[in-house]
């Protein structure tokens, strides 16, 4: 199971690897998805999410192997839209007269994040103008198909959708956006192992730095 952001770059690396489409890959937000792996983790052989703190809860519970876990990429903020106001600092938003869309931060971490880099805003700008739009995605067509928002999503989805990038938040803005890679114990057969294994490939590398992410 893949945080919902990564939806691209996955598909993108299994249609190059045919050799893995036996593995199936399902999206959601990360806090989704370790709910639900909290109500049911069989057949769950990995998790790839972008939230260290959802990772941890799988990691407390003792459902993942340690020896297999490790930081696969990280990522930055950046506000999407269109406007002919040029914004150079975080408060420049409250500016532009528009609603800022946002992931849902009860189901995924680019919410939180979002709402940790608003922080400085007028509480009152934020109650009037902050919209939740289920998970990354989901504010990326909002903003697609609303001249009136700008969104808050990750630097590597304004790439992949070719979506004008209007101000980067700094990094100190909020928590670090790390992608955490797991496996799940007793789940884990040989086919997961190899895939993981090869996620950790010059190849994989290279697609995670087109895209945008940073890698070590």
């Known amino acids: 199971m893949v945080a919902a952001s990564m ?4 598909t993108e690396i299994q249609s190059e690897n045919p050799q893995f489409n036996d593995i199936p890959i399902s999206y959601g937000g990360s806090i989704s998805i ?3 792996i909290e109500n049911n983790k069989r057949g769950v052989g990995a998790v790839l999410l972008s939230s260290e703190e959802s990772f941890d809860i799988l990691d407390k519970l003792g459902y993942l192997d340690n020896e297999l876990s490790y930081t ?3 990522n930055s903020l950046v506000l999407i839209g269109k406007t002919n106001k040029k914004i150079k600092t975080t408060k420049d938003i409250e500016s532009i007269k528009k609603k800022v869309v946002i992931a849902d931060p009860k189901i995924a971490p680019a919410g939180v994040y979002s709402l940790q880099s608003l922080g400085s805003l007028n509480q009152e700008f934020l109650d009037e103008n902050v919209i939740f739009a289920g998970d990354v995605s989901s504010v990326v067509g909002s903003v697609k198909n609303n001249i009136n928002f700008v969104g808050i999503v990750y630097k590597t989805d304004a790439i992949s959708h ?3 990038v209007l101000f980067e938040f700094p990094t100190n803005s909020h928590d670090k956006i790390l992608y955490k890679l797991g496996v799940l114990k007793n789940n ?3 086919s ?3 895939y993981v294994k090869f996620l ?3 190849f994989v590398k290279q697609k995670l730095v087109d895209h945008g992410y940073l890698v070590e």
Request: glycine content about 4%; aromatic content about 4%; hydrophobic content about 35%.
């Open 162 to 164: 070719n979506l004008q």
């Open 192 to 194: 997961i192992l190899k």
């Open 188 to 190: 884990s057969g040989n």
């Open 7 to 10: 939806n691209n770059l996955m």
């Open 200 to 202: 950790k490939s010059s």
């Open 34 to 36: 370790v709910r639900r």
């Open 72 to 74: 696969f990429a990280s």
